[in-house]
């Protein structure tokens, strides 16, 4: 299978640049292996079905970029001060982590970036055109002084067309982000409010909450032309003994279970046995799902449209065959559906 397989002509237009207002006013596609319809995000009430799970990721996007200031002694009376640009990718230990530089070469070794508000950082290491940081600040104390000096992380095909902004503080975070660790948002959850949540709930669909510290592997381009050849970007997840025995009770009783989002389905589908069994789980998942894929847990997913050639849009094709996920690209485009982070919503139903 090629990467050229998973390619296709979007008009740029259709690349969202702020979220529908309400969340739930985004429209919905909503679409099985007989028949693609379209809806609103509201429409979810009368979607889904008593003993329907809903898992939703609870993760936090932490502000992760950063301007820093270097400052190199030149001699005795002067100094040379640069601007470096510093995006977080991983977090290695409460204090340490992997960021993208630019520019990189104008930061050596064992040099300092002040990020103002007291917050420093050391550079420790290069690697793969990647830098790891040895922070002044660690834990809760390194969170509170990023909330101070970083922005939001929105992804380049936004950051590149207009500035950050306070808005993106809330556009840019679920309602129920509670564990701080991502450098991106799952975004699929962004179309989601405490409203529409209660109103779910009441005609009796289930909601259950896992954790995946969603990672640089969401902006990475898959750079080889045989896709089983890409590899995955690790990412930190945490699934609960009572996540697990509420997603195993449903599964059990016949009903389906539908994660909002690619990263809460890549961290269930992780934890899974392969007889379809979830327990407690926590570690590094890079699991990489594409068509061939054998779901062991997933009926049904929510998610937005991917970008071309991405293994978010390879996830999809696994998941409703590479032939429907083209039929129904092609019809969000003719139907002018917003595409991307801050898009529009689709329910794949592998199960009816």
Not at 4 to 22: H, M, N, S, W, Y
Not at 164 to 188: L, M
Not at 214 to 238: C, N, Q, W
Not at 292 to 308: A, E, R, Y
Request: proline residues 5%.
């Amino acid at each position: 299978m090629k990467l050229e397989d998973f390619d296709f002509e979007l008009p740029t237009e259709l690349i969202a640049l702020r979220p529908q207002k309400p969340r739930t006013s985004a429209k919905l596609l909503v679409a099985n292996e007989k028949s693609i319809n379209d809806y609103f995000v509201n429409d979810l009430v009368r979607l889904l079905r008593p003993g329907d799970r809903l898992v939703l990721n609870n993760t936090k996007v932490i502000p992760a970029r950063l301007l820093g200031t270097r400052t190199r002694k030149i001699d005795l009376t002067n100094v040379a001060e640069a601007k470096i640009n510093v995006n977080l990718i991983e977090r290695k230990a409460s204090d340490t982590w992997i960021a993208l530089v630019k520019p990189l070469r104008k930061l050596n070794l064992g040099e300092s970036l002040d990020f103002g508000s007291g917050l420093k950082a050391q550079l420790i290491d290069k690697q793969n055109g990647t830098a790891k940081f040895l922070f002044n600040k660690k834990g809760q104390e390194l969170e509170e002084s990023l909330s101070v000096v970083g922005s939001m992380p929105l992804p380049p095909y936004i950051a590149n067309k207009r500035p950050v902004d306070v808005r993106d503080d809330v556009d840019y975070q679920t309602t129920w982000a509670e564990e701080a660790g991502s450098v991106a948002a799952p975004t699929a959850s962004l179309h989601f409010d405490n409203k529409l949540l209660l109103e779910l709930e009441e005609i009796g669909v289930l909601i259950t909450f896992v954790t995946l510290h969603v990672g640089a592997g969401t902006f990475l381009p898959v750079k080889v032309d045989k896709i089983s050849e890409h590899r995955m970007h690790p990412e930190i997840g945490y699934i609960s003994e009572a996540a697990a025995l509420e997603i195993n009770e449903t599964k059990s009783q016949g009903n389906r279970v539908i994660p909002v989002g690619t990263t809460a389905l890549r961290l269930i589908e992780s934890a899974a046995s392969e007889y379809g069994i979830i327990s407690d789980w926590s570690g590094e998942t890079d699991i990489f799902i594409y068509p061939g894929f054998q779901f062991k847990i997933t009926d049904g997913l929510v998610t937005n449209f991917h970008l071309p050639k991405s293994t978010l849009l390879m996830l999809v094709s696994a998941l409703m065959g590479s032939d429907c996920i083209r039929k129904i690209y092609a019809h969000a485009i003719q139907k002018k559906y917003r595409f991307f982070s801050y898009g529009d919503a689709s329910l794949l139903l592998k199960k009816l």
